[in-house]
Nanobody, 115 residues
Framework: QVQLVESGGGLVQPGGSLTLSCAAS????????MGWYRQAPGKQRELVAR???????TYADSVKGRFTISRDNVKSTVFLQMNSLKPEDTAVYYC?????????WGQGTQVTVSS
C-alpha cells in the first residue's frame, strides 16, 4: 500500500490560483495511476483529474482548460495546478492512488474560493 498526504489547500479569491500537492510513501509510486477528487458539502465525491503511470491525463469537463495534473516520479508526488478558480470549485480535495483493484486515499485538503 501507499500512504498519501495532501497539502496546498486554502482560501483564494475567485480568479485566483492554487497548487495542490500529494506526497506518496513507498518506492512503487511510478506504477500507480493517481487521481484528484473533490467533495463539496451535500454532494458526492467526484473525479477532477487523473494521470496514469504512463502520463496520460483525463479531466472533468468542469475543470478542463483551468486545472492541470502532473506527477514527479522521483519525488513520488502528484500535483494539481488550479487556475481561474470559481466559487463552485470549493470542496475538500482528495488524492487517490490506484493500482489494479487497490485504491488508497489521502486525508483531503480544503479549498475555499470566496471573496
Amino acid at each position: 500500500q501507499v500512504q498519501l498526504v495532501e497539502s496546498g489547500g486554502g482560501l483564494v479569491q475567485p480568479g485566483g490560483s492554487l497548487t495542490l500537492s500529494c506526497a506518496a510513501s513507498g518506492s512503487a509510486f511510478r506504477f500507480y495511476a493517481m487521481g484528484w477528487y473533490r467533495q463539496a458539502p451535500g454532494k458526492q465525491r467526484e473525479l477532477v483529474a487523473r494521470i496514469t503511470s504512463g502520463g496520460s491525463t483525463t479531466y472533468a469537463d468542469s475543470v478542463k482548460g483551468r486545472f492541470t495534473i502532473s506527477r514527479d516520479n522521483v519525488k513520488s508526488t502528484v500535483f494539481l495546478q488550479m487556475n481561474s478558480l470559481k466559487p463552485e470549485d470549493t470542496a475538500v480535495y482528495y488524492c487517490r492512488a490506484d493500482r489494479n483493484t487497490i485504491h488508497n486515499w489521502g486525508q483531503g485538503t480544503q479549498v475555499t474560493v470566496s471573496s
